[in-house]
Structures are given as structure tokens and as C-alpha cells.
């Protein structure tokens, strides 16, 4: 499949101009043109063939890193109760989407991140890899948890909503959940 971006669509200037001096523009604008890769599908009846070819993959993809055997990714997602409690949930809900999407895509060329995203995960985000949604009561409390994340070198992101400069929320990117656990040991998991 190709994708070309940005998609160029005939425009006045062109079709005003004279045939040669048309054919002559295309010329002088190039656009890259990017392979994507087929996807992988996204149904659990698909994928689960493979799940028994890929178990001795993934065991040695989580034993290589520092990471303890059969420890799991995680992502922690912090959001803060105070708003929860003030805002529409619908608008909580997408401040933790943002920062989550945020934190994988800053971190996407990491190998945790890699292996959280791979094709063999994302049917069974529950058994290899999780994400875990936690709160804080506010402002104070989620940044004071950012400065200790960035402080231990924890990569994460804290979404802070435009144009009210407000941080909302925190999420790591995927780590080996031995290593950051201690961090979120004391927060409530959010209901």
C-alpha cells in the first residue's frame, strides 16, 4: 500500500496555466512516498495460531533489558480526582488518552515500547503487557509525582491542557512494572 502526504489535489493555478507550464510544475514540487507495512489483524481468532509460536520469542524478549523474567510492561496512566469529580468524564477520559498516546509516541523507538505495541500484545493487553489507571487528588500531588519520576529518570509525559496551561495528567511510557511500581504503590486506583 501507498501513502502519499500530503495528498495533492489539482488547483486553480495549474489548470489556469498553459499545458507546458503545467506539466512543468509537478516537476518542481516532490513529495516522498512512504511504504506502509501491512498490518497485522487486530481479531483474538487471528492472532491465536500464532500465540504459541511466539511464546519462546516473547520469554526471551522479556528476560533480555535488565528486566526480571516474566515481569510484565505496564503503562500507569495518573489522573487527577479533582477533576474527575469537577469536569465531564468524557473530558477526563481524553486527557488520559492524550497523555497516553503522548508517552508511547515520545518513546516509540524504546524496546519496551516496541514490545508493549507489537502485534503479539495488542489482542491480549492483559497478559504480557497492562495499563493501569491510577488517580491523585490534584495539582500538588501530580506534579510532586512528576518530579519524582523525572528525578529517578522514569520516561513519562504530563499533559497539560491548552490554552489553560492546566496539567491534567500523567503517563508513563511502557516499562518493566518491577521498576516503576514503587512509585504508584500509594495511589488509588481510579474508579
Request: proline letters at 10%; a positive charge; hydrophobic letters at 45%.
Amino acid at each position: 500500500m501507498l501513502t502519499l502526504l500530503p495528498l495533492r489535489l489539482p488547483s486553480p493555478v495549474t489548470t489556469a496555466l498553459p499545458p507546458a507550464a503545467a506539466a512543468a510544475l509537478p516537476g518542481l514540487v516532490s513529495f516522498p512516498v512512504r511504504r506502509t507495512p501491512p498490518r497485522a489483524s487486530m481479531s483474538a481468532a487471528a492472532s491465536a495460531p500464532d500465540a504459541a509460536a511466539s511464546a519462546p520469542a516473547a520469554a526471551t524478549a522479556v528476560s533480555e533489558g535488565g528486566k526480571e523474567p516474566g515481569d510484565v510492561l505496564v503503562q500507569y496512566v495518573v489522573l487527577r480526582r479533582d477533576l474527575a469529580d469537577a469536569w465531564p468524564l468524557g473530558s477526563v477520559v481524553a486527557q488520559g488518552c492524550h497523555a497516553a498516546v503522548a508517552a508511547v509516541w515520545a518513546h516509540r523507538d524504546h524496546p519496551d515500547t516496541t514490545a508493549y505495541c507489537g502485534p503479539d500484545n495488542l489482542d491480549g493487553m492483559h497478559k504480557a503487557c497492562s495499563t493501569v489507571t491510577m488517580e491523585v487528588k490534584g495539582e500538588t500531588q501530580l506534579k510532586n509525582l512528576a518530579e519524582k519520576l523525572e528525578a529517578a529518570g522514569v520516561r513519562h509525559k504530563v499533559w497539560i491542557e491548552q490554552p489553560e496551561n492546566i496539567p491534567t495528567c500523567i503517563a508513563t511510557a511502557p516499562c518493566p512494572k518491577s521498576q516503576v511500581s514503587s512509585f504508584f504503590k500509594k495511589l488509588k486506583l481510579c474508579k
